[in-house]
């Protein structure tokens, strides 16, 4: 990876910045769920500096110690009371805005498809159409939200498109990582996001993109 460009990660650093800073404003600036963050984001900033996520043999692969965590802590988070009542008092503006982060999220693995470290089938030029979440989130948020032109069943429905986006993109990554299971990107496997600072967006960025389309879902549904 010392071949890549330092404006990539830079970039990408300043995204990973970015989600933090909608995240605390969509929580109201909670410390407790601040610090819970930058402790997760330091300790798998350690792990991945450490080369851990790089070692692909073995079943199940160690990849899974990053996306395992978030996605066990989010079925917690809507199982219990104490989750579902610290969702109520996120700010659905705040997490519609957060989608934005998508877009510097798709310039960046395009540069790192230019760069031969993920294939393209990962990209907007492949089967990556996440960009448009995240071109589109700035137009929700005004006229959802601000002017309130647009009905709650379409931000609900925004939310479902973009949800499966996501899973789409979440989904191929894994398909083209050189796992056993591997089946797609067999041109360039995708070996990026096992070296920091990319190992955030899956460990990161993906899990609170997920979160706050859900959170959005249900509470828009309840109408909140």
Not at 185 to 193: C, K
């Amino acid at each position: 990876m010392e071949h890549l460009p330092n404006y990539i990660s830079i970039i990408f650093i300043l995204t990973v910045l970015l989600t933090l800073l909608l995240l605390s404003g969509a929580t109201h600036y909670s410390k407790t769920i601040i610090m819970v963050t930058l402790a997760w984001l330091v300790l798998q900033s350690i792990i991945g500096l450490s080369g851990f996520y790089t070692v692909v043999i073995g079943t199940p692969p160690r990849f899974m110690l990053l996306l395992a965590p978030p996605v066990v802590f989010i079925i917690i988070l809507f199982a219990t009371n104490n989750g579902r009542m610290a969702m109520n008092g996120f700010d659905i503006k705040t997490l519609t805005l957060l989608h934005i982060v998508r877009i510097p999220v798709e310039l960046v693995l395009y540069g790192l498809f230019l760069h031969k470290v993920i294939p393209q089938v990962m990209t907007f030029e492949g089967r990556n159409f996440d960009i448009l979440c995240g071109i589109s989130a700035p137009f929700i948020y005004y006229f959802g939200f601000v002017r309130k032109v647009i009905s709650r069943k379409v931000i609900v429905a925004w939310n479902v498109i973009c949800l499966l986006l996501l899973v789409n993109i979440i989904i191929t990554a894994v398909l083209s990582a050189p796992f056993a299971f591997q089946r797609l990107g067999f041109e360039q496997p995708s070996i990026a996001l096992f070296y920091f600072p990319f190992i955030l967006l899956p460990g990161f960025i993906v899990p609170i993109v997920l979160y706050a389309h859900l959170v959005s879902i249900k509470r828009l549904l309840r109408g909140s």
